[in-house]
Every structure is written in structure tokens, then in C-alpha cells.
């Protein structure tokens, strides 16, 4: 299975909103409401920001948003903060019962 | 407080199996919306999925390592474990355990790097 496809990085300035593709095929992303973001800063292990497309946990602030069309899902994070700069990763089901993550993304706050 | 904690080698021989256990406190194992994962991260790198298990017994793997992988539970002593065999330097990485709900890990552990070196 191959991974999913991430932008290598995005960057933002403090206060402006950014958008973070995770493409897959009819599968992976396409076929099931099962997609996953994880943020991740250096040394530490992954968090859950975004379950099942589109909700949140709870905790995870309300400027992280999360939306799927065709085999693309995207995560946004709106007023971004120097906090959210880190590392994220989708991860999606796939028809052969298992998961794939995504390339990964490195977000910088300028 | 629930906690996941891994423990492994450390070092790892060319050829040999690596095997990676991880405790689990303050849940119960046999819940029917849990899977229990294993995660790895080569440095630098990006996260691969390895395998998932159910109480029940299902696994699940990777098709680029199944052929070479092996993941147990046992809840009576709260831990599953993974084997690895036959690990080159590419098995080099930081593994993670992880607790699956769903469709998603919503818990993981810190983390135990295990290298591949002769």
C-alpha cells in the first residue's frame, strides 16, 4: 500500500489560516469517513487533533478543523499560533482492512 | 490515569527478532471499541503503521511486513507484544504502542527507539 500524499510543508504567518491536502484514492480516503490527523512536535509522540473526517476531541481547540471531498482529505488550522507549529500526518482505513498514514507535513509559522 | 509504556532492546543484531512489549494501565484491554497498535518512526521520518489487535484475536498487518511480524495480547498480564524477525538497519526506529477507538489511535506511548546495528 502506498502512502498517503502530503504537501512536504506549509507555512503561515500568525493569525492567517492554512490548509493541510491528504490524498489518497477511492480505497483509502475516498471510501470510508475513517481519516485521521495527528500533530506531532519534535521528541514527542503524535496527538490526535481530527477523528473521522471532521470531529474533534476533546481538548483540541476549535481552530483545527478537518473535511474530506472525493480522496482528499484536508485539515485547516484557523488563527494559527506559534504553538502549532509541528509536524502533522493523516491516516486512513483501506479496504484491505488495514491503515496507511500519510507523507507527513511540516507546518512553520513565520 | 490511563498510560501505555513500551520496553524493548534497545539494540538489535542484523537478522535477529526484535520483540517490543507494552503495559498497559488504567483500562481494560478486552473493551470491545479497542484495538491495540504498534507504530514505528525511523529518524527523521515519517509514521508507519505495523499491526493492530482485538481481545478477540483479529489482527491486522501491514502487507509490506507481515511476512516477518507477529502481534499478541495477553490481558490477563495487561500487555501485547510484537515480534519483528529477520530486522535489517531499515527496521531502525522509534516504535510506538498505541490504543485504537475506533477509527483512530487516540492514545499513545512515548516511545522506544530500537536500533538495527552489528
Known amino acids: 500500500q502506498s502512502a498517503l500524499t502530503q504537501p512536504a510543508s506549509v507555512s503561515g504567518s500568525p493569525g492567517q489560516s492554512i490548509t493541510i491536502s491528504c490524498t489518497g484514492t477511492?480505497?483509502?480516503?475516498?471510501?470510508?469517513?475513517?481519516v485521521s490527523w495527528y500533530q506531532q512536535h519534535p521528541g514527542k509522540a503524535p496527538k490526535l487533533m481530527i477523528f473521522?473526517?471532521?470531529y474533534r476531541p476533546s481538548g483540541v481547540s476549535d481552530r483545527f478543523s478537518g473535511s474530506k471531498s472525493g480522496n482528499t482529505a484536508s485539515l485547516t488550522i484557523s488563527g494559527l499560533q506559534a504553538a502549532d507549529e509541528a509536524d502533522y500526518y493523516c491516516?486512513?482505513?483501506?479496504?484491505?482492512?488495514?491503515?496507511?498514514f500519510g507523507t507527513g507535513t511540516k507546518v512553520t509559522v513565520l | 490515569q490511563f498510560q501505555l509504556q513500551e520496553s524493548g532492546p534497545g539494540l538489535v543484531k542484523p537478522s535477529e527478532t526484535l520483540s517490543l512489549t507494552c503495559a498497559v494501565s488504567?483500562?481494560?484491554?478486552?473493551?470491545?471499541?479497542?484495538?491495540w497498535a504498534w507504530i514505528r518512526q525511523p529518524p527523521g521520518e515519517g509514521l508507519e503503521w505495523i499491526a493492530n489487535i482485538h481481545y478477540t484475536g483479529a489482527t491486522y498487518y501491514n502487507p509490506s511486513l507481515k511476512s516477518r511480524l507477529t502481534i499478541s495480547m495477553d490481558p490477563s498480564r495487561n500487555q501485547f507484544s510484537l515480534n519483528v524477525r529477520s530486522v535489517t538497519t531499515a527496521d531502525t526506529a522509534i516504535y510506538y504502542c498505541a490504543r485504537w477507538k475506533g477509527a483512530s489511535i487516540d492514545f499513545w506511548g512515548q516511545g522506544t527507539l530500537v536500533t538495527v546495528s552489528s
Open positions: 488504567g483500562d481494560s484491554m478486552t473493551r470491545d471499541d479497542y484495538h
Open positions: 473521522d473526517v471532521s
Open positions: 491516516i486512513a482505513f483501506t479496504s484491505s482492512i488495514t491503515y496507511v
Open positions: 477511492s480505497s483509502d480516503v475516498g471510501g470510508y469517513n475513517s
